[in-house]
């Protein structure tokens, strides 16, 4: 079966870095588009950022400038580089990734900006 596994989470501080990946496993037709999206707490979930097959992306007004989408196509693996984070970056973030056939999600991986 698919299964999207995500790590990199966790609690950093103010000003500071992580990295998010999202290996796919099972997926036989290749990823079309992948994304981050994440849920604040007790907030609408909202899409951070996407990259196409052909590695055009697209942010969120709120992360531009300081978050990079990419993807490793051998690896079927996406990652977000989040810089310079914020305490209103806090939230649950979720890899999303499209198919021919069908979109799936990650179990989601907590990011906590906090000093």
């Known amino acids: 079966q698919v299964h999207l596994g995500e790590f990199g989470g966790g609690l950093v501080q103010p000003g500071g870095s992580l990295r998010l990946s999202c290996a796919a496993s099972?997926?036989?037709?290749?990823?079309?588009?992948a994304a981050w999206y994440r849920q604040p707490p007790e907030k609408e979930r909202e899409l951070v950022a996407s990259?196409?097959?052909?590695?055009?992306?697209n942010y969120a007004d709120s992360v531009k400038g300081r978050f990079t989408i990419s993807r490793d196509n051998g690896k079927n693996t996406v990652y977000l580089q989040m810089n310079r984070l914020k305490p209103e970056d806090t939230a649950v973030y979720y890899c999303?990734?499209?198919?021919?056939?069908?979109?799936?999600w990650g179990q989601g991986t907590q990011v906590t900006v906090s000093s």
């Open positions: 999303n990734v499209q198919t021919p056939t069908y979109a799936y």
């Open positions: 990259i196409s097959s052909g590695g055009h992306s």
């Open positions: 099972g997926i036989f037709f290749g990823i079309n588009t």
